[in-house]
């Protein structure tokens, strides 16, 4: 049983910082961050794989993605924050034996209950 759990979110100022965590447990395979915004579609931000290779499909100036094996951890560390980054964060995962990366949110089988970032000007 996969269960995702996220952590991190808040109000902040634009050009803020913040970090928002996934507690991972059971076995999974490539591991994203998606937001969505209201009124908009569900994006891919970033995803990442067991051997570390990762890719940031928004903006890869201020954002990286990570996780540490050793707590079953995925991170997203977003930094010079804006408004447009206003919306609630999900952590998603693939099946255990799936390495390809996707921008697909279909193909992602497990998902976090979400955290609101919210980025005022």
């Known amino acids: 049983q996969v269960q995702l759990v996220e952590s991190g979110g808040g109000l902040v100022q634009a050009g803020a910082s913040l970090r928002l965590s996934c507690a991972v447990s059971g076995r999974t395979g490539v591991m994203a961050w998606f937001r969505q915004a209201p009124g908009k579609k569900r994006e891919i931000v970033a995803a990442i794989n067991w051997s570390g290779q990762n890719i940031v499909y928004a903006d890869s100036t201020r954002l990286t993605i990570s996780r540490d094996d050793a707590t079953n951890t995925m991170s997203l560390q977003m930094n010079s924050l804006k408004p447009e980054d206003t919306a609630v964060y999900y952590c998603?995962?693939?099946?255990?034996?799936?390495?390809?990366?996707?921008?697909?949110?279909?193909?992602?089988?497990?998902w976090g209950q979400g955290t609101q970032v919210t980025v005022s000007s």
């Open positions: 998603a995962a693939r099946g255990s034996r799936i390495t390809v990366f996707s921008r697909d949110a279909s193909q992602y089988a497990y």
